[in-house]
């Protein structure tokens, strides 16, 4: 019944461009913000960014500060995570949760503690090559 599906990953240049989608079905999406962490091969998941339901309010950990820009599209329930200005350590399976406490979700991005989230998809996998 509730489902979050990432979409758009893929292989580019360090320096390129990508939009990784969140597709969520089966929840009240505008009830929830919508953050995204990624894992780096033989690393932990860390946060990315994470928006809030009146889409006002966003957060981004500083390395992506400036590169990566999140936003929402209500009536197609989607979150977007645009990519810009990709480097090779920005190379990780990169995975969307939702929670209904944007103070909780921003906490988790931050810290990294990923753990107790009310829903997550499956990732996507986002390789970026020298």
């Known amino acids: 019944e509730v489902q979050l599906v990432e979409s758009g990953g893929g292989l580019v240049q360090a320096g390129g461009s990508l939009r990784l989608s969140c597709a969520a079905s089966?929840?009240?999406?505008?009830?929830?913000?919508i953050g995204w962490f990624r894992q780096a091969p033989g690393k932990e998941r860390e946060g990315v960014s994470c928006?809030?339901?009146?889409?006002?309010?966003?957060y981004y950990t500083d390395s992506v500060k400036g590169r990566f820009t999140i936003s929402s599209d209500n009536a197609k329930k989607t979150v977007y995570l645009h990519m810009t200005g990709l480097k090779p350590d920005d190379t990780a399976v990169y995975y969307c949760?939702?929670?209904?406490?944007?103070?909780?979700?921003?906490?988790?991005?931050?810290?990294?503690?990923?753990?107790?989230?009310?829903?997550w998809g499956k990732g996507t996998m986002v390789t970026v090559s020298a």
């Open positions: 949760v939702a929670d209904r406490s944007l103070y909780k979700t921003v906490v988790k991005v931050r810290t990294g503690d990923y753990h107790g989230m009310d829903y």
């Open positions: 928006i809030g339901d009146s889409d006002d309010v966003t």
């Open positions: 089966g929840f009240t999406f505008d009830d929830y913000a």
